[in-house]
């Protein structure tokens, strides 16, 4: 027994409460990494299942992540985290160990990387692709200014194929000679790929002595006749040995050296390799194999499922969530009747299948359904030509992700005028915070030519909304939140009918108007009952439908005999609110009054907790609405 052994019997303290920083790690044994990293897979397993998150992409990337802190001198050395997914364990071990108890709360550890949170979260992330070209600027940076510290980009497979990975890896031949690429592959088990003839040859190529040696043969080569040629025909003979046996050689030609792939639960392996590649001064890339979800029973045999999660049994791994039909599940449902029906119908989403409702879809008609990984402007631009050549497409997609396409659904969709129909859940705010909340998007669609946006106030209405739209036969947006609007929804019902451009009117009053966007309808609703009840104020609630065309008409209508009150789960400026203004600019009215979200970032946390700290709850809002109009009369 050593002498951390016999101070663990003696005290009872688990190895994870002396880990302060990454330097708490590096004096540790192996044995003694491999027992903290199941005392950090405890404390993410219990953390997420109290209060949500990514479950397994973090329990794939334990050792990987304490591999990279043990062997890189951070924070001086910097670590850039690609998406976020894969970062609990890199908060754990920086400092943040109680803070990450408080994971997705309010004022608590935010689920992504933050810049503000520590200084060891060097760049910020929450979408995808970022951290190669990030990487790349930073080690361009330290080369301009004439430091030496490493920086170290660690991307995942699903992120390798986006569209701002790939133009980073191709800028980074040209622009820095020093950057270490981590490609955590965790789409296969470890398999024959790290067998006993990749990890020799991986052994030999990333070792110091072939490493040197090909340095000291390269300059005796120099003073030989023909050395060029020879050190050409020797690099092919690498080359051509390394292909049979290694996927590497794509990398290579973008002047990348690549080693892998290698077992990324391996302390060993991951520790000696990466102590070895400190010493390259070219761009590297080191192929991780990890288990997404290793560690943990139910996440290994459903890792999609657990990918991100709201709050569930540990113990079981079921979910604690409701089980009604959300809007997700109604569009995933409403696709299969249309499917039925249509056979040009093609759905496309950018890797979000199972989040936007789509997975009983995908396996009941492959032949429909492109899931074409993470690139969100292809998959607009895809659905285009698809458009163009006669297809019906129907692109799915999350509001935040879709500002990364906005371009491509103006230039490729709006200006040709075809007839795509794009499904954005999750819009309004969300528990991941503001590199996730929907708010922002409205303000961009809404200024796109020949595009009709929808907002439904429960999932009935979000049915409705996608036949009409696929009777339109023209560009269409519809916009509608995560989780469920607490309204029946039955798919044998008849499917409404509604009339373009025109909102409905819920509720006859005489005070005021109040017109609400999507599921904020139900938020007007229970204003409106606390208005009559705690006020004496009677209300009228107008459920707004489309954004565009708007419905003016009834807008000013009402404008003209009562005040104007909108509620959206949006941003203000550029939504809803701004829609309302530039419609009653020139028009005399008797006042406006808005509530959404402001032009100041929207903070992480339960969702409830977020819009309560911000007065955006019925009462609250009710409250207001009195006070404004006892002010109104009172002048």
Same mark, same amino acid.
């Given at each position: ?21 990454? @330097?708490?790690?590096? &004096?540790? !044994?192996?044995?003694? $990494? ?6 950090? *897979?405890? %404390?993410? #397993? ?112 699903? @992120?390798?194929?986006? &569209?701002? !990975?790939?133009?980073? $890896? ?6 820095? *000679?020093? %950057?270490? #690429? ?454």
């Amino acid at each position: 027994m050593n002498s951390e052994d016999k101070i663990k019997e003696v005290t009872g303290e688990p190895l994870l409460a002396k880990v302060n920083s990454p @330097a708490d790690i590096r &004096g540790m !044994s192996v044995s003694q $990494l491999e027992e903290l990293a199941g005392e950090i *897979r405890e %404390l993410v #397993i219990n953390t997420v299942a109290a209060n949500g998150g990514h479950l397994a992409p973090n329990l794939g990337a334990v050792e990987l992540t304490m591999a990279l802190h043990y062997a890189f001198n951070t924070p001086e050395d910097k670590l850039v985290w690609d998406v976020g997914h894969q970062a609990y364990i890199h908060k754990i071990i920086t400092g943040r160990r109680d803070f990450f108890k408080t994971l997705r709360q309010f004022d608590g550890c935010l689920g992504f990387l933050a810049r503000e949170e520590s200084e060891y979260d060097c760049f910020g992330a929450g979408h995808a692709g970022t951290a190669i070209s990030a990487a790349v600027g930073m080690a361009a940076a330290a080369e301009k200014q004439g430091q030496k510290h490493k920086v170290v980009a660690v991307i995942g497979d699903g @992120a390798l194929n986006c &569209g701002i !990975s790939l133009e980073g $890896l191709n800028s980074v031949r040209d622009t820095t *000679r020093d %950057l270490i #690429i981590v490609l955590n592959d965790n789409k296969m088990s470890i398999s024959e790929n790290v067998g006993a003839i990749p990890s020799y040859l991986n052994r030999i190529i990333s070792g110091r002595g072939y490493n040197r040696f090909k340095a000291l043969a390269k300059m005796m080569l120099k003073k030989v006749p023909h050395a060029s040629e020879i050190h050409r025909k020797i690099q092919r003979l690498e080359e051509a040995t390394k292909s049979m046996f290694l996927p590497g050689v794509f990398f290579e030609e973008l002047g990348i050296r690549y080693i892998g792939p290698i077992n990324g639960h391996d302390f060993n392996e991951l520790i000696r390799t990466f102590e070895a590649i400190k010493e390259f001064h070219r761009p590297v890339l080191v192929h991780v194999i990890t288990e997404k979800g290793h560690g943990y029973s139910p996440a290994e045999a459903a890792p999609e499922k657990y990918h991100g999660l709201s709050a569930f049994d540990p113990e079981t791994g079921e979910c604690k969530c409701g089980s009604g039909i959300s809007f997700s599940s109604a569009f995933g449902k409403t696709m299969l009747e249309i499917a039925a029906a249509h056979k040009n119908l093609a759905v496309i989403t950018p890797a979000m299948s199972a989040g936007t409702g789509l997975s009983e879809f995908a396996a009941k008609y492959p032949e429909k359904f492109f899931d074409v990984g993470i690139a969100e402007e292809h998959a607009v631009v895809f659905a285009a030509g698809l458009a163009a050549g006669g297809m019906r497409p129907v692109v799915a997609m999350y509001c935040t992700f879709l500002q990364r396409a906005l371009d491509c659904v103006f230039h490729d969709v709006c200006l040709q005028n075809l007839p795509v129909i794009f499904c954005l859940d999750r819009a309004g705010i969300v528990e991941d915070g503001p590199t996730h909340h929907g708010i922002h998007d409205l303000s961009f669609l809404r200024a796109i030519p020949n595009l009709t946006v929808m907002m439904p106030k429960d999932e009935n209405e979000l049915r409705s909304m996608i036949h009409f739209a696929w009777q339109m036969k023209l560009p269409v947006a519809i916009r509608y939140p995560r989780g469920c609007s607490g309204a029946e929804f039955e798919m044998s019902a008849p499917v409404e009918n509604i009339a373009a451009g025109r909102a409905e009117i819920l509720g006859e009053g005489a005070d005021v108007a109040l017109w609400g966007c999507g599921r904020e309808t139900y938020t007007a609703l229970k204003t409106a009952e606390l208005l009559e009840k705690e006020y004496n104020i009677s209300a009228t609630v107008v459920n707004t439908r489309f954004i565009r065309p708007f419905d003016n008409e009834l807008l000013k209508a009402q404008a003209a005999v009562m005040p104007v009150v909108t509620i959206e789960d949006s941003q203000t400026c550029g939504g809803f609110a701004s829609q309302v203004d530039e419609e009653l600019i020139n028009f005399q009215h008797k006042g406006i009054k808005h509530f959404g979200w402001g032009k100041q970032i929207v903070p992480h946390g339960a969702i409830e907790t977020v819009r309560e700290h911000s007065g955006f709850t019925p009462a609250g809002m009710a409250d207001e609405i009195a006070k404004w109009l006892e002010k109104a009369g009172a002048n």
